[in-house]
């Protein structure tokens, strides 16, 4: 079974509007969590990064929470563009590391249309 | 900003053929890995390595084998390549300390198809 598991799996959203993406993750300790971008065809690019003692971490206008007791985590998009059309990919670093490794979520795909 | 740069973008192989994927980073960090990327499966460990000449066995080393003599260059090797190996590579680095504490940067991906 995956320990993280985001939803929606899709979305389609208007230029202009907000979404939330969620990250139920199963890992525990963890150390951290991280949110990454991923343009098609790229590499993933960093965009959050939260130790378990942080609740929330904004880069511009992409804003995530984390709430360690329920193991959830959500990336909040304000204001969406063209540019943010992605896959957002969910990843918690278990702690202590050792033989666990990442665990990465499948990723949202959003797709911003005008 | 830190660079992770691979050698190609795309990559079309035979099967059976001998396959290498260079990933180079300009950070001087000392852990990198690769990953491959497969639709509904995200991304999964393949190997990496925290030194030169040092390497560990990620979640799905079959079929696979890595190389690093330098400290800037690790290098994927695909023995004999085979259909189910079609997917997209990703290179990553990040600086020394434990595995997975530091953010990783990836490199642009290598979409390799083998026919």
């Known amino acids: 079974k995956n320990q993280v598991e985001q939803s929606p799996q899709s979305l389609i959203i208007l230029e202009g509007k907000n979404c939330t993406l969620q990250?139920?993750?199963?890992?525990?300790?963890?150390?951290?969590l991280r949110w990454y971008k991923q343009d098609t065809g790229r590499g993933p690019v960093s965009l959050t990064i939260m130790t378990f003692s942080e609740n929330t971490k904004s880069n511009g206008r992409y804003t995530a929470t984390l709430d360690a007791d329920t193991k959830q985590s959500s990336l909040h998009i304000t204001a969406s563009q063209l540019s943010d059309s992605a896959s957002y990919i969910c990843?918690?670093?278990?702690?202590?590391?050792?033989?666990?490794?990442?665990?990465f979520g499948k990723g949202n795909q959003v797709v911003v249309i005008p | 900003d830190v660079k992770v740069t691979q050698s190609s973008r795309y990559l079309v192989k035979r099967t059976g053929e001998k396959v290498f994927l260079e990933c180079v980073q300009d950070m001087d960090h000392e852990n990198m890995f690769w990953y491959r990327q497969d639709p509904g499966l995200g991304l999964r460990l393949i190997y990496f390595?925290?030194?030169?000449?040092?390497?560990e066995k990620g979640d799905i080393p079959e079929g696979y084998s890595v190389s690093r003599e330098k400290k800037e260059r690790f290098s994927l090797i695909l023995e004999s390549a085979s259909t189910n190996q079609t997917s997209m590579y990703l290179c990553a680095s990040s600086e020394q300390g434990l595995i997975g504490y530091n953010e990783q940067f990836f490199g642009p991906g290598t979409r390799l198809t083998v026919l």
């Open positions: 990250c139920n993750y199963t890992v525990s300790p963890f150390s951290n």
């Open positions: 390595s925290y030194d030169v000449k040092m390497k």
């Open positions: 990843v918690v670093i278990p702690f202590p590391y050792g033989n666990n490794r990442l665990a």
